[in-house]
């Protein structure tokens, strides 16, 4: 195999790129209104009922008339609360369609779902409450708003694309130095969000202590992942497309067992998951995004400083680009990969926790973007690591700002798209080097 | 613990839809892995042209029965050509993640509201299937012996979906005897040996490309008759890992492994969710050791164990031969 990944760049050389690459998406700038959260809640589960949460951009909706309808028939209808939640008694299971009144919507809020003001809720008999999602966006308000909606969306962009740069890097590296193209890679960020769920909520750590501790842990899982699995395997000598599909079937363990015991809902950290934004220029920024963007940018630094500045750093790029010059030359090869595993893992561990962060706690969650993430680590090179923080950027603002002239629900399809083309066009990616495409 | 349960529960396994749309699945992508070398990973995609293609034909197009078959087909072949074009020239592990992400293109495309009065949106189609089980020969109440006792339909589809693994794997035993399938391996073997014989490489894996793809199709047609609806989450990347692992469980190039991978795989697994079912009942597995209402999920966790552990220790699978198939395609 014709692996010569490009050893990273220095901050110099790249910037201008970055610079590029973040006034590409920039000028896709049209119409359409962006997409805000829908979220339920679990509460008290006594009898049957169908429960929600009516939430626009983190922002409880008050006095919201819904009612559950069956067919023709009207069930029964509440208003939501201070906290925008409501909660209707059904009386069997059964197929149910939840509607909101818009009349009742504060104004410049509007339904965003697949049917317009209602969704079916299938009330099983095996589950006592069951939720009704609603999706809001604000009304659109003519052409000129699209402007105004840009900034928001770009800083949204950005601050989902660092959260992706941070979980790509383990995979970027991993690439680089054994080959292994890591489709369990999303469990890894899954597993981070989890940890982080079980030092918070189940051991009541607060957020902070408890990402730290999932961090240390992932990366001593991830050093364990190598020791125990992925080195013996390349001892072995099995192959690249063998441990492609290895680790394919890892991410259905992992997944699966995330299911088995975490359960299949969703739920937030006990700290810092609803927070009023601040506003600069009509640009709302909630106080833990701006923390997280911090927190990404100087580690993403510090990973770039390490793999440029320091000795381990400098076998890292040695081990990628060649592996036995490398070995000949008296680094430990095999030493070195571990170590980049344990680094990428607690890395993927606390972009998982800055994820569930903003989209909640999942056993999905890292699924949902692993083909995000290759789409980041191709668009930037794979096997590079500045180039992942590159089109992970990149990534982050497509899918928020493409949103202005696609519906939201396709914005995924809009990176995959992106991914395909790249792959296409120019498969080492914009950082990448010719060589590498084999 | 009730053994009568657990196979009364698996016998049928042996030979329901779900065996069969995997095995037609399997079958497709022996084509392209087993056989060709390409890491198909988006078989699914294939999968859901066939099934959009009779459901969206018969519902929003409003075609007769047969000429949905042909779109889907079409739509296929379509998917095959606009894949292959591009990415033929790529290396396995890229053309891995352009198939994977372009099935997922497929899904969430057809699941968006947008695209509501063609696909049903999230919530799917139904009502394409009458124009099928129209052309039912079969009148009786029930057909079939013991636990393998099917209604006049189910029966119909079982033996319409049954015929087309057979008839598919034939012609795969032929084509891969002939010149045309020597080409195919080789190009698995050494793809720039089979280049400087002067063979048109991307122009074969192109026609291999094709023919599994429309095999997939034909998945598809039974996985959507077998419900007699389309769901587009039913399409996701599951539906191929679980055909791949079929393949692989069976044995990649080798015609029969495909479709003896995904009946013992399918069997496998029921037979692994009922008796640990039934353990729970039983009390031998504690609810906290195995919650009972995860008990599908320990299905995928065996899927994905079965993967690891063929793929590490017996890659070649029950039929395969290791010295046959590397099993590190380009």
């Given at each position: 195999?014709?692996?010569?990944?490009?050893?990273?760049?220095?901050?110099?050389?790249?910037?201008?790129?970055?610079?590029?690459?973040?006034?590409?998406?920039?000028?896709?700038?049209?119409?359409?209104?962006?997409?805000?959260?829908?979220?339920?809640?679990?509460?008290?589960?006594?009898?049957?009922?169908?429960?929600?949460?009516?939430?626009?951009?983190?922002?409880?909706?008050?006095?919201?008339?819904?009612?559950?309808?069956?067919?023709?028939?009207?069930?029964?209808?509440?208003?939501?609360?201070?906290?925008?939640?409501?909660?209707?008694?059904?009386?069997?299971?059964?197929?149910?369609?939840?509607?909101?009144?818009?009349?009742?919507?504060?104004?410049?809020?509007?339904?965003?779902?697949?049917?317009?003001?209602?969704?079916?809720?299938?009330?099983?008999?095996?589950?006592?409450?069951?939720?009704?999602?609603?999706?809001?966006?604000?009304?659109?308000?003519?052409?000129?708003?699209?402007?105004?909606?840009?900034?928001?969306?770009?800083?949204?962009?950005?601050?989902?694309?660092?959260?992706?740069?941070?979980?790509?890097?383990?995979?970027?590296?991993?690439?680089?130095?054994?080959?292994?193209?890591?489709?369990?890679?999303?469990?890894?960020?899954?597993?981070?969000?989890?940890?982080?769920?079980?030092?918070?909520?189940?051991?009541?750590?607060?957020?902070?202590?408890?990402?730290?501790?999932?961090?240390?842990?992932?990366?001593?899982?991830?050093?364990?992942?190598?020791?125990?699995?992925?080195?013996?395997?390349?001892?072995?000598?099995t192959g690249?497309?063998a441990?492609?599909v290895?680790?394919?079937?890892?991410?259905?363990?992992?997944?699966?067992?995330?299911?088995?015991?975490?359960?299949?809902?969703?739920?937030?950290?006990?700290?810092?998951?609803?927070?009023?934004?601040?506003?600069?220029?009509?640009?709302?920024?909630?106080?833990?995004?701006?923390?997280?963007?911090?927190?990404?940018?100087?580690?993403?630094?510090?990973?770039?400083?390490?793999?440029?500045?320091?000795?381990?750093?400098?076998?890292?790029?040695?081990?990628?680009?060649?592996?036995?010059?490398?070995?000949?030359?008296?680094?430990?090869?095999?030493?070195?990969?571990?170590?980049?595993?344990?680094?990428?893992?607690?890395?993927?561990?606390?972009?998982?926790?800055?994820?569930?962060?903003?989209?909640?706690?999942?056993?999905?969650?890292?699924?949902?973007?692993?083909?995000?993430?290759?789409?980041?680590?191709?668009?930037?090179?794979?096997?590079?690591?500045?180039?992942?923080?590159?089109?992970?950027?990149?990534?982050?603002?497509?899918?928020?700002?493409?949103?202005?002239?696609?519906?939201?629900?396709?914005?995924?399809?809009?990176?995959?798209?992106?991914?395909?083309?790249?792959?296409?066009?120019?498969?080492?990616?914009?950082?990448?080097?010719?060589?590498?495409?084999? | 613990?009730?053994?009568?349960?657990?196979?009364?529960?698996?016998?049928?396994?042996?030979?329901?839809?779900?065996?069969?749309?995997?095995?037609?699945?399997?079958?497709?992508?022996?084509?392209?892995?087993?056989?060709?070398?390409?890491?198909?990973?988006?078989?699914?995609?294939?999968?859901?042209?066939?099934?959009?293609?009779?459901?969206?034909?018969?519902?929003?197009?409003?075609?007769?029965?047969?000429?949905?078959?042909?779109?889907?087909?079409?739509?296929?072949?379509?998917?095959?050509?606009?894949?292959?074009?591009?990415?033929?020239?790529?290396?396995?592990?890229?053309?891995?993640?352009?198939?994977?992400?372009?099935?997922?293109?497929?899904?969430?495309?057809?699941?968006?509201?947008?695209?509501?009065?063609?696909?049903?949106?999230?919530?799917?189609?139904?009502?394409?299937?009458?124009?099928?089980?129209?052309?039912?020969?079969?009148?009786?109440?029930?057909?079939?012996?013991?636990?393998?006792?099917?209604?006049?339909?189910?029966?119909?589809?079982?033996?319409?979906?049954?015929?087309?693994?057979?008839?598919?794997?034939?012609?795969?035993?032929?084509?891969?005897?002939?010149?045309?399938?020597?080409?195919?391996?080789?190009?698995?073997?050494?793809?720039?040996?089979?280049?400087?014989?002067?063979?048109?490489?991307?122009?074969?894996?192109?026609?291999?490309?094709?023919?599994?793809?429309?095999?997939?199709?034909?998945?598809?047609?039974?996985?959507?008759?077998?419900?007699?609806?389309?769901?587009?989450?039913?399409?996701?990347?599951?539906?191929?890992?679980?055909?791949?692992?079929?393949?692989i469980?069976?044995g990649a190039?080798?015609?029969?492994?495909?479709?003896?991978?995904?009946?013992?795989?399918?069997?496998?697994?029921?037979?692994?969710?009922?008796?640990?079912?039934?353990?729970?009942?039983?009390?031998?597995?504690?609810?906290?050791?195995?919650?009972?209402?995860?008990?599908?999920?320990?299905?995928?966790?065996?899927?994905?164990?079965?993967?690891?552990?063929l793929m590490i220790f017996r890659p070649q699978g029950?039929?395969g031969?290791k010295?046959?198939l590397a099993l590190d395609?380009?």
């Amino acid at each position: 195999m014709g692996l010569h990944p490009r050893p990273p760049r220095t901050l110099r050389s790249l910037a201008p790129r970055i610079l590029v690459a973040l006034a590409l998406p920039l000028l896709l700038l049209l119409g359409f209104a962006p997409s805000a959260s829908a979220q339920s809640a679990p509460p008290d589960p006594i009898g049957k009922k169908i429960i929600g949460t009516l939430l626009n951009a983190g922002e409880p909706l008050v006095d919201v008339k819904v009612t559950i309808v069956q067919g023709d028939k009207e069930i029964g209808s509440a208003k939501s609360d201070a906290t925008g939640r409501f909660s209707i008694d059904v009386p069997a299971p059964g197929d149910y369609d939840a509607v909101i009144d818009p009349k009742t919507l504060p104004k410049g809020v509007e339904l965003r779902s697949d049917k317009g003001d209602r969704v079916s809720v299938k009330v099983l008999d095996n589950t006592s409450f069951r939720a009704a999602l609603f999706k809001f966006g604000e009304g659109r308000s003519g052409p000129a708003s699209r402007l105004d909606r840009a900034p928001q969306l770009v800083i949204g962009g950005l601050q989902f694309g660092l959260v992706l740069a941070m979980a790509s890097i383990g995979l970027s590296l991993i690439f680089g130095t054994t080959g292994l193209t890591n489709f369990a890679h999303g469990e890894l960020v899954t597993g981070g969000a989890l940890l982080g769920y079980v030092f918070n909520v189940k051991l009541g750590l607060n957020l902070i202590p408890a990402t730290m501790i999932a961090v240390i842990v992932g990366g001593v899982v991830g050093y364990l992942l190598d020791k125990g699995l992925w080195g013996p395997l390349r001892r072995r000598g099995t192959g690249l497309i063998a441990g492609l599909v290895v680790s394919i079937g890892l991410s259905f363990v992992l997944r699966y067992i995330f299911l088995i015991y975490y359960g299949g809902s969703s739920r937030s950290y006990d700290q810092y998951s609803t927070q009023r934004p601040i506003t600069f220029w009509k640009v709302g920024i909630l106080p833990r995004d701006m923390v997280i963007v911090v927190i990404t940018l100087v580690v993403l630094l510090l990973v770039g400083l390490a793999l440029g500045r320091t000795r381990f750093g400098k076998a890292t790029r040695a081990v990628a680009d060649n592996p036995t010059l490398a070995a000949t030359s008296g680094i430990n090869v095999e030493r070195v990969i571990s170590l980049v595993w344990a680094i990428g893992t607690a890395l993927a561990v606390l972009g998982g926790v800055f994820l569930a962060l903003s989209q909640q706690v999942g056993y999905q969650l890292g699924q949902n973007i692993l083909l995000l993430l290759f789409a980041a680590v191709t668009l930037g090179g794979l096997g590079t690591a500045y180039g992942a923080l590159v089109g992970a950027v990149v990534i982050g603002l497509f899918t928020q700002l493409s949103t202005l002239f696609i519906p939201a629900e396709l914005q995924v399809v809009g990176a995959l798209i992106v991914l395909i083309v790249v792959l296409v066009v120019r498969p080492q990616g914009i950082l990448g080097s010719r060589e590498r495409v084999g | 613990m009730d053994w009568g349960v657990i196979f009364q529960n698996t016998v049928p396994v042996l030979f329901n839809a779900e065996s069969c749309y995997f095995a037609l699945a399997a079958i497709g992508l022996n084509i392209h892995f087993g056989y060709t070398g390409l890491l198909n990973f988006g078989q699914v995609g294939f999968a859901a042209m066939g099934a959009y293609g009779i459901a969206s034909g018969v519902v929003y197009l409003g075609l007769p029965f047969g000429v949905s078959i042909l779109l889907g087909i079409g739509l296929a072949i379509v998917l095959a050509l606009l894949l292959g074009v591009p990415t033929l020239r790529l290396r396995a592990d890229y053309l891995a993640i352009v198939t994977i992400a372009a099935s997922e293109v497929i899904r969430l495309t057809a699941r968006s509201a947008s695209l509501r009065n063609v696909t049903g949106g999230s919530s799917g189609l139904n009502g394409f299937a009458n124009g099928f089980y129209n052309l039912n020969p079969f009148h009786g109440r029930s057909y079939g012996i013991g636990y393998l006792t099917y209604n006049n339909n189910r029966f119909f589809l079982l033996v319409v979906g049954w015929s087309l693994v057979i008839l598919f794997s034939l012609l795969v035993l032929l084509l891969m005897r002939s010149p045309w399938g020597r080409v195919l391996r080789g190009i698995r073997e050494d793809e720039d040996a089979v280049r400087s014989l002067g063979k048109n490489v991307v122009g074969y894996k192109m026609q291999s490309l094709v023919l599994g793809g429309v095999i997939g199709a034909f998945s598809g047609f039974t996985f959507a008759l077998a419900n007699s609806s389309v769901q587009p989450d039913n399409y996701a990347t599951t539906f191929t890992f679980l055909a791949f692992t079929a393949m692989i469980l069976g044995g990649a190039g080798r015609v029969i492994g495909p479709v003896v991978g995904a009946i013992v795989f399918q069997t496998l697994l029921e037979f692994v969710q009922n008796v640990l079912s039934q353990g729970l009942q039983a009390g031998y597995i504690s609810n906290s050791i195995l919650p009972k209402e995860q008990l599908g999920a320990v299905r995928f966790v065996f899927v994905g164990l079965a993967l690891m552990a063929l793929m590490i220790f017996r890659p070649q699978g029950l039929f395969g031969d290791k010295k046959e198939l590397a099993l590190d395609a380009r």
